[in-house]
């Protein structure tokens, strides 16, 4: 390719190919009047030399970009100029040890130190904006566990108040099982049939007969009561064996009685007997005094002032461990002084299957047959142990019995009546009950089942764990139940606050207790009982 340039101005312009396919050959350039310049210059640029260094370049540059923003983030809070990043560039490695060291070195001055939750900041973007107005590692520890703490301090708290609210809450009756004691005491009143006997006279003499199934429930909720028996006749291989001797309070009677008039049972026999219709001795007479004593004691000691309260105490407090109905399960004998053999069921559990099999159960001489609650081997109780529910730090306690002993329940039991009788049971737990006055209530936690551990203790025979299912009322531990379990067990306990006839009862498991409300009959429709 040449090119012709006059010095006046351009006279030729001419482009040539030479040779070559495409090749330059030769520039030349004339100046008119003067000597021709001629400028030849061959450039060759390989392929192979240019691929090489555009794949190195492809792979170091995207590498020294990123290096260099790492290095620009890091270093803008801990360099103040190019000098300092630059330095980073090249010995960033060591940098990051020594603030790692920094770091934990002022992490266990603060874990060490003390500190006052009121000198943390409220909030996350409180606590980045004074550091990077500091710019202190050791200031930066002491403010974050400052911060940590406080937010401690607060979920206890809120946990605290959480446990008020839902203990209020199991204080309450809803308006709902209100109307129906209302409605069934109207319809005792004024309807024959709801007064008539109970069981009929035919079948009186069912009441007493040893080959017959007999179940004892104490208990003022007309709602539970019909669960309770309605669960255990469905699931019952032989109902006709079945004899429910339900004992409540003179204000619940009316209720209770016309409710199971109405609604008579198929094949089962129930009974229900008021609290004033026994005729006690003397000895029983002082004996619930001295429950009641204890229960005003308890109240004025633990929730009398809200400044009084003890949180950890607040599950015992509930309204059926200080309840006289719960209590008088140790006058059981006396109650029932005909029967031989009963099984014991509280009002807060379902029988789901069968269980027939408790009246034939070898109690190898012992008075009760109950469930311990273990989920291990034997004497592997977490949480079920003497220890907690006895006072073991009281001279009394820790010289007569032993902390690492496991603890067994109420919910379902198996009583041989005339081994009871054969015993000083119900003496003992009188006698443990004054020693408890006389010590201001602190010989054990509030609740109906610490003095009957020490009553019964040595006379009770485990029964199979399996059987029977707890807990359904409590938040936390129902969560840990597998549904495996809860639909393999005889019998499902509600123990716990969140009763499944509250509102604060848990939709999941309230259902398996609503499947036996007889949601046809009048007077649930009409007091609108929940599902």
């Given at each position: 390719?040449?090119?012709?340039?006059?010095?006046?101005?351009?006279k030729?312009?001419?482009?040539?190919?030479?040779?070559?396919?495409?090749?330059?050959?030769?520039?030349?350039?004339?100046?008119?009047?003067?000597?021709?310049?001629?400028?030849?210059?061959?450039?060759?640029?390989?392929?192979?030399?240019?691929?090489?260094?555009?794949?190195?370049?492809?792979?170091?540059?995207?590498?020294?970009?990123?290096?260099?923003?790492?290095?620009?983030?890091?270093?803008?809070?801990?360099?103040?100029?190019?000098?300092?990043?630059?330095?980073?560039?090249?010995?960033?490695?060591?940098?990051?040890?020594?603030?790692?060291?920094?770091?934990?070195?002022?992490?266990?001055?603060?874990?060490?130190?003390?500190?006052n939750?009121?000198?943390?900041?409220?909030?996350?973007?409180?606590?980045?904006k004074?550091?990077?107005?500091?710019q202190?590692?050791?200031?930066?520890?002491?403010?974050t566990?400052?911060?940590?703490?406080?937010?401690?301090?607060?979920?206890?708290?809120?946990?605290?108040?959480e446990s008020?609210?839902?203990h209020?809450a199991?204080?309450?009756?809803?308006?709902?099982?209100?109307?129906l004691?209302?409605?069934?005491?109207?319809?005792?009143?004024?309807?024959?049939?709801?007064?008539?006997?109970?069981?009929?006279?035919?079948?009186?003499?069912?009441?007493?007969?040893?080959?017959?199934?007999?179940l004892?429930?104490?208990?003022?909720?007309?709602?539970?009561?019909?669960?309770?028996?309605?669960?255990?006749?469905?699931?019952?291989?032989?109902?006709?064996?079945?004899?429910?001797?339900?004992?409540?309070?003179?204000?619940?009677?009316?209720?209770?009685?016309?409710?199971?008039?109405?609604?008579?049972?198929?094949s089962?026999?129930?009974?229900?007997?008021?609290?004033?219709?026994?005729?006690?001795?003397?000895e029983?007479?002082?004996?619930?005094?001295?429950?009641?004593?204890?229960?005003?004691?308890?109240?004025?000691?633990?929730?009398?002032?809200?400044?009084?309260?003890?949180?950890?105490?607040?599950?015992?407090?509930?309204?059926?461990?200080l309840?006289?109905?719960?209590?008088?399960?140790?006058?059981?004998?006396?109650?029932?002084?005909?029967?031989?053999?009963?099984?014991?069921?509280?009002?807060?559990?379902?029988?789901?299957?069968?269980?027939?099999?408790?009246?034939?159960?070898?109690?190898n001489?012992?008075?009760?047959?109950?469930?311990?609650?273990?989920?291990?081997?034997?004497?592997?109780?977490?949480?079920s142990?003497?220890?907690?529910?006895?006072?073991?730090?009281?001279?009394?306690?820790?010289?007569?019995?032993?902390?690492?002993?496991c603890?067994?329940?109420?919910?379902?039991n198996?009583?041989?009546?005339?081994?009871?009788?054969?015993?000083n049971?119900?003496?003992t737990?009188?006698?443990?009950?004054?020693?408890?006055?006389?010590?201001?209530?602190?010989l054990?936690?509030?609740?109906?089942?610490?003095?009957?551990?020490?009553?019964?203790?040595?006379?009770?025979?485990?029964?199979?764990p399996s059987?029977?299912?707890?807990?359904?009322g409590?938040?936390?531990?129902?969560?840990?139940?597998?549904?495996?379990?809860?639909?393999?067990?005889?019998?499902?306990?509600?123990?716990?606050?969140?009763?499944?006839?509250?509102?604060?009862?848990?939709?999941?498991?309230?259902?398996?207790?609503?499947?036996?409300?007889?949601?046809?009959?009048?007077?649930?429709?009409?007091?609108r009982?929940?599902?």
């Amino acid at each position: 390719m040449k090119f012709y340039i006059s010095a006046k101005g351009i006279k030729r312009f001419t482009i040539s190919n030479g040779g070559g396919k495409g090749s330059a050959k030769d520039t030349s350039a004339t100046a008119a009047g003067g000597p021709t310049v001629t400028a030849s210059s061959s450039r060759r640029i390989s392929l192979r030399t240019v691929l090489p260094v555009v794949l190195v370049l492809g792979i170091v540059l995207p590498f020294i970009f990123v290096r260099v923003a790492i290095l620009v983030l890091e270093s803008a809070t801990f360099c103040s100029s190019l000098e300092c990043a630059g330095w980073r560039f090249f010995s960033g490695a060591d940098t990051s040890l020594k603030l790692r060291d920094e770091l934990t070195r002022a992490l266990m001055e603060a874990n060490d130190g003390s500190v006052n939750d009121n000198e943390g900041v409220a909030t996350f973007n409180e606590l980045v904006k004074e550091m990077v107005l500091k710019q202190d590692l050791k200031a930066f520890a002491f403010k974050t566990k400052a911060m940590l703490l406080q937010m401690e301090h607060k979920v206890q708290r809120a946990k605290q108040q959480e446990s008020v609210y839902w203990h209020l809450a199991s204080h309450g009756v809803p308006q709902s099982l209100h109307c129906l004691c209302l409605k069934l005491a109207e319809e005792y009143a004024v309807n024959a049939v709801a007064r008539s006997s109970l069981p009929p006279p035919e079948f009186a003499s069912r009441l007493t007969d040893p080959t017959l199934h007999h179940l004892v429930l104490l208990t003022d909720n007309v709602l539970a009561a019909s669960v309770v028996v309605t669960s255990t006749v469905e699931n019952s291989v032989h109902p006709e064996k079945l004899v429910f001797h339900i004992v409540t309070d003179k204000k619940t009677y009316a209720s209770m009685h016309a409710w199971f008039a109405t609604n008579s049972i198929q094949s089962a026999i129930v009974e229900v007997k008021g609290l004033h219709q026994y005729d006690w001795s003397e000895e029983m007479n002082a004996g619930v005094k001295e429950m009641l004593e204890t229960n005003h004691l308890i109240w004025k000691n633990y929730y009398d002032k809200e400044k009084n309260i003890d949180y950890r105490h607040l599950n015992a407090l509930r309204p059926s461990s200080l309840s006289l109905m719960n209590q008088l399960r140790i006058y059981i004998p006396e109650l029932f002084p005909d029967l031989k053999r009963i099984v014991f069921l509280d009002d807060d559990v379902v029988v789901q299957r069968d269980i027939s099999s408790l009246w034939e159960l070898d109690l190898n001489g012992k008075v009760s047959g109950s469930v311990f609650k273990s989920w291990c081997e034997d004497y592997c109780c977490p949480g079920s142990k003497y220890m907690n529910y006895l006072n073991f730090s009281h001279p009394l306690i820790s010289y007569n019995f032993d902390d690492e002993q496991c603890a067994w329940l109420y919910g379902m039991n198996v009583f041989d009546l005339d081994a009871w009788r054969r015993t000083n049971i119900t003496q003992t737990y009188r006698k443990w009950l004054k020693l408890n006055l006389e010590s201001g209530t602190a010989l054990w936690n509030p609740g109906v089942l610490p003095p009957a551990l020490i009553a019964f203790d040595g006379q009770v025979h485990p029964i199979d764990p399996s059987m029977i299912v707890t807990d359904l009322g409590y938040r936390y531990r129902s969560e840990e139940i597998s549904k495996e379990s809860l639909e393999a067990a005889s019998v499902i306990h509600f123990s716990g606050p969140a009763k499944p006839w509250l509102e604060i009862g848990f939709p999941e498991y309230r259902r398996l207790w609503s499947r036996y409300v007889n949601f046809s009959n009048k007077f649930i429709r009409r007091c609108r009982i929940i599902r």
